[in-house]
């Protein structure tokens, strides 16, 4: 069975890791198996590198689950990235406190805080996207090369450009709901070993009796 405890989960390659183990910042969860992949620079400096004002005084979080792939230079730009647009100057004159005498205790007041983001199980998100903060995408989403996301994204859609528009969902209707029912990321390793050629090869009719407690094959 697989080794959670690795970094590197294929021998020889230092581009790929199992990115939960190389995250220390308690605001940022990442699910078992999901991968990063980076040949620009040490994909273990993720936390520096990817998730851009990331700032205690927000609280806000990066939440990315299971068996998610996430591509180079992927980025996640958070709410101190933003300008508050209620002010009648984008100029952030609360960041400069000390300068203007204002309060720090509006320093936050700087940004218009849009909340956390959320990635779902299964997610691809293709090579320097850029998730913005309060975007929460579904189960099975694919996100284009570069794209820009500033919304939400529907559960095994795939989106792409600037902003990220909707290209097409990769199956129908009742075959998503179906894969959502099935939420095979959550299964035991072993259940989900025995049945990758099946998910591999799309059989979702071997995999629905599997949530009812049946089986094709006595597993």
Known sequence: MPDLKKLYPRTGDTQTVYLKNTITDPSIQVGDYTIYNDFVNDPADFEKNNVLYHYPVNQDRLIIGKFCSIACGAKFLFNSANHTLSSLS?????????????????????????????????????????????????????????????????PYTIVGGVPAKTIRKRFSDDTIAALLQISWWDWPEEKIKQHISDIQAGRIDRLQPLCKGESHDGL
């Open 90 to 154: 984008s100029y952030p004159f609360p960041l400069f406190f000390e300068e203007w005498g204002l309060d720090v205790q509006n320093i936050t007041s700087a940004w218009d805080n849009k909340g956390d983001i959320i990635i779902g199980n299964d997610v691809w998100i293709g090579y320097e996207a850029m998730i913005l903060s309060g975007v929460t995408i579904g189960d099975g989403a694919i996100i284009g090369t570069r794209a820009v996301v500033t919304k939400d994204v529907p």
